[in-house]
């Protein structure tokens, strides 16, 4: 059976009735399925639809364990089971992995004796182990300095083959992020990027990073920085990391960025920004957004399902896209973009370490947020697992449901204040300042069409009048449903890297004005050897706009003006629509 066949094959019953999003079913057929491990219901009327009448609205419902695993799953020709839990990989068959950008563009990466050692079970930490605090980075007072630098000398000191080595270490990141193993059975390569591992990954991969660090200078309270971008104070490069002589320097670094503020808009090449307040302002009013239009639907924060045996769609959170920009800013604007700016080298650099703490934070504060609610009850997440070694040098293999939260691994986050959670007024007054300012430009009003049916080229911005599924949606629907603006068949020409944002504006009447609204997010990509891992697939993008929608005042109309600008690559975009994500029962 072809898997990609069964994975399109619109299995679906659909639903119609007053109330749209919990009822009995009927069966339709619907051009788009998206599979999910919650049942998840999607408007596949979304192009046509007319009427906005709730009774309306066909939604998809499908259940995929009911489909693929009710009968006690599915097999491929290899006898690995098909839409299950991600297995470690097997460690014998480690192989060259692929930097698209660097020459030559393979890499031997496997950590040391992979094949030869033995794997056990990783055992969460007791309960009664002292709690790690992680600090933010431009905090650290100088002993706290030195001894980051002291426990960072030795790790470089171990020799060049020895498991903990720095840049064994670092090669961790190589082998799961540019395709070293193969998954278990399979011949689909592992990545753990773009996909709903990306935040467990990372969180593993740091917190043996930071307890061997404490074990070679006998600390077990040790605790690594965290690069603090999201409040204002850190969105400059700490100051540690810029010491040349220190063992925390990378020269590899864009030296421009060494100074400035850091922009969230940033693509490589871009001048530094020159309105400090401005960016910093965007920046905070980006991040509130990325948390209030995910809160509902992890998936938009976290990414998409990855599960054993497919060949991925790459389809990053909003999480890890911001996060992309970090590591723009971090390396050199030209290829192949080490350290920081490609995957292969990224954890050579200190930064990437401190960078990653407050990704891993972002999820905490997530997490937080949904009232520490699991993000996905699915067992193809909570039981896959990944292998590393531990700060005993034992291969360990372990699993996504123990590393749910920083406590259950005994470190947490000393607490900074979050000032993109009250931004809004100040980023509003902002924008109005800037539009008064092009006012003359406002009035010139031109007309906007529809996406089409054809992939177009996104050589210039490409602006497109995009149906809603629904309007005026109250706030138990709002409750029940996201509405997501989803842009697919993204495919990236020219190599590796890429960037597009997109806005989104109400229309005036069937015309637009030269402002392109508010920012809905963005598609950023550094090199990763995606090409080769997803064999070709299509990326894909989407983002929750319910609140979005609110603070434009748009949600009485019933189309909107949906702006793709590039930034990086030759990229061609298949299609951009708009559907309801129907929210899991038991969500807040
Ligand atoms: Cu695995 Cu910041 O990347």
Same mark, same amino acid.
């Given at each position: 059976m072809s898997l990609s066949r069964l994975y399109t094959t619109p299995i679906s019953s659909s639903i119609t009735s007053n109330n749209p999003l919990r009822s009995s079913t009927k069966i339709t057929s619907c051009p788009s399925v998206h599979l999910s491990n919650r049942t998840h219901y999607i408007s596949c009327e979304h192009n046509k639809q007319t009427s906005k009448e709730a009774s309306d609205v066909t939604y998809n &419902? /499908? $259940?995929?364990?009911? &489909?693929? /695993?009710?009968?006690?799953?599915?097999?491929?020709?290899? #006898?690995?089971?098909? #839409?299950?839990?991600?297995?470690?990989?097997?460690?014998?068959?480690?192989?060259?992995?692929?930097?698209?950008?660097?020459?030559?563009?393979?890499?031997?990466?496997?950590?040391?004796?992979? #094949?030869?050692? *033995?794997m056990v079970d990783f055992t969460p930490p007791s309960p009664n182990e002292p709690l790690r605090v992680r600090k933010a980075a431009h905090r650290y007072n100088s002993d706290d300095i030195v001894k980051f630098e002291a426990a960072i000398a030795k790790m470089k000191a171990l020799p060049a083959n020895h498991p903990w080595n720095y840049y064994q270490q670092a090669n961790i990141h190589f082998t799961y992020c540019n395709g070293a193993f193969d998954q278990l059975n399979t011949k689909s390569l592992l990545q753990i990027h773009e996909s709903w591992f990306f935040l467990p990954w990372h969180r593993y991969y740091i917190y043996f990073w930071e307890k061997i660090l404490g074990k070679l200078i006998g600390d077990d309270t040790f605790s690594i920085p965290f690069w603090n971008w999201d409040n204002p104070k850190g969105m400059y490069i700490? !100051?540690?990391?810029?010491?040349?002589? @220190?063992?925390?320097f990378d020269e590899t670094r864009n030296r421009d960025h060494y100074k400035s503020v850091l922009d969230y808009k940033y693509s490589w090449g871009d001048p530094?920004?020159?309105?400090?307040?401005? &960016?910093?302002?965007?920046?905070?009013?980006e991040l509130d957004s990325i948390f209030k239009e995910t809160l509902q639907f992890p998936a938009l924060f976290m990414g998409k399902a990855l599960r054993a045996g497919e060949n991925q769609t790459p389809a990053p959170g909003r999480?890890?896209?911001?996060?992309?920009?970090?590591?723009?800013?971090?390396?050199?604007?030209?290829?192949?973009?080490?350290?920081?700016?490609?995957?292969?080298?990224?954890?050579?650099?200190?930064?990437?370490?401190?960078?990653?703490?407050? &990704?891993?934070?972002?999820?905490?504060?997530?997490?937080?947020?949904? #009232?520490?609610?699991?993000?996905?009850? $699915?067992? $193809?997440?909570?039981? =896959?697992?990944?292998?590393?070694? $531990?700060?005993?040098?034992?291969?360990?293999?372990?699993?996504?449901?123990?590393?749910?939260?920083?406590? =259950?691994?005994?470190?947490?986050? @000393?607490?900074?204040?979050?000032?993109?959670?009250?931004?809004?007024?100040?980023?509003? *007054?902002?924008?109005?300042?800037?539009?008064?300012? @092009?006012?003359?430009?406002?009035?010139?009003?031109?007309?906007?069409?529809?996406?089409?049916?054809?992939?177009?080229? /996104?050589?210039?911005?490409? !602006?497109? /009048?995009?149906?809603?599924?629904k309007i005026s949606r109250s706030k138990d629907e709002k409750a029940d449903a996201v509405e997501v603006l989803v842009i697919d068949g993204i495919n990236v020409l020219s190599g590796s890297t890429a960037r597009f944002d997109v806005y989104v504006t109400k229309p005036l009447e069937g015309l637009v004005g030269p402002d392109n609204g508010e920012l809905a997010g963005s598609f950023v990509r550094i090199p990763n050897a995606h090409q080769k891992l997803s064999a070709g697939k299509d990326s894909s993008l989407e983002l929750g706009i319910s609140t979005l929608l609110e603070e434009i005042e748009a949600e009485s109309s019933d189309e909107l003006v949906v702006s793709l600008i590039p930034r990086n690559g030759d990229i061609v975009i298949g299609g951009v629509r708009i559907e309801l994500f129907k929210v899991d029962d038991d969500e807040i």
């Open positions: &419902v /499908l $259940d995929r364990r009911n &489909v693929l /695993l009710g009968s006690g799953g599915l097999y491929g020709a290899t #006898g690995t089971a098909i #839409g299950a839990p991600l297995s470690p990989p097997d460690s014998t068959k480690c192989h060259k992995a692929t930097d698209s950008d660097a020459d030559p563009k393979e890499g031997d990466c496997c950590p040391p004796d992979y #094949g030869k050692a *033995k700490p !100051r540690m990391y810029l010491n040349s002589k @220190s063992h925390l530094n920004p020159t309105d400090t307040n401005a &960016v910093v302002t965007a920046n905070l009013a999480c890890e896209s911001l996060h992309n920009v970090m590591h723009m800013w971090g390396g050199p604007p030209t290829p192949p973009y080490w350290n920081m700016g490609n995957f292969r080298t990224a954890s050579r650099d200190t930064l990437f370490f401190g960078h990653h703490g407050n &990704v891993d934070r972002m999820w905490d504060i997530y997490s937080t947020f949904r #009232g520490q609610k699991v993000e996905f009850r $699915d067992p $193809d997440w909570l039981d =896959s697992s990944f292998i590393f070694y $531990d700060e005993n040098e034992q291969l360990v293999k372990c699993k996504v449901k123990d590393c749910l939260t920083p406590e =259950s691994l005994r470190y947490s986050y @000393s607490p900074e204040p979050l000032p993109w959670k009250n931004i809004r007024r100040r980023y509003k *007054k902002l924008r109005s300042a800037a539009k008064k300012r @092009s006012e003359g430009d406002s009035l010139k009003l031109t007309p906007v069409f529809g996406y089409g049916s054809e992939p177009l080229t /996104l050589t210039e911005p490409l !602006r497109a /009048l995009v149906q809603r599924p």
